[in-house]
């Protein structure tokens, strides 16, 4: 059974940084959507950041020029390098794997394969 495993979350003061890692167990189909959800108390799960079928990055207007997705093999989850940090991020961050192929990937309810989530916590 394939399984997602996050690591990399703590807590930092605003304007910090964290790396966030996601390791797979099994086979995943790497051409459709994988990536970043994150989820706070009291509110719905949003894509943070991906990448889609084509192999682009896609990242959300709250995170772009803070956050960037890397990996060193193009059939693994992404690792998302988190900069300058903000209270508003504080979240818990969730790897999601087989997402949409074609389409938007901040569908969440697409995916095929989630990771039981990582704490982050900004303090101001």
């Known amino acids: 059974e394939m399984q997602l495993v996050e690591s990399g979350g703590g807590s930092v003061q605003a304007g910090g940084s964290l790396r966030l890692s996601c390791a797979a167990s099994?086979?995943?189909?790497?051409?459709?959507?994988m990536g970043w959800f994150r989820q706070a108390p009291g509110k719905e799960r949003e894509g943070v950041a991906f990448?889609?079928?084509?192999?682009?990055?896609n990242y959300a207007d709250s995170v772009k020029g803070r956050f960037t997705l890397s990996r060193d093999n193009a059939k693994d989850p992404p690792s998302m390098q988190m900069n300058n940090l903000k209270p508003e991020d504080t979240a818990m961050y969730y790897c999601?794997?087989?997402?949409?192929?074609?389409?938007?990937?901040?569908?969440?309810?697409?995916?095929?394969?989630w990771g039981q989530g990582t704490q982050v916590t900004v303090s101001s």
């Open positions: 099994g086979y995943i189909y790497s051409r459709y959507c």
């Open positions: 999601a794997a087989e997402g949409p192929y074609g389409g938007s990937c901040f569908q969440s309810g697409a995916y095929n394969y």
């Open positions: 990448i889609d079928s084509d192999g682009d990055t």
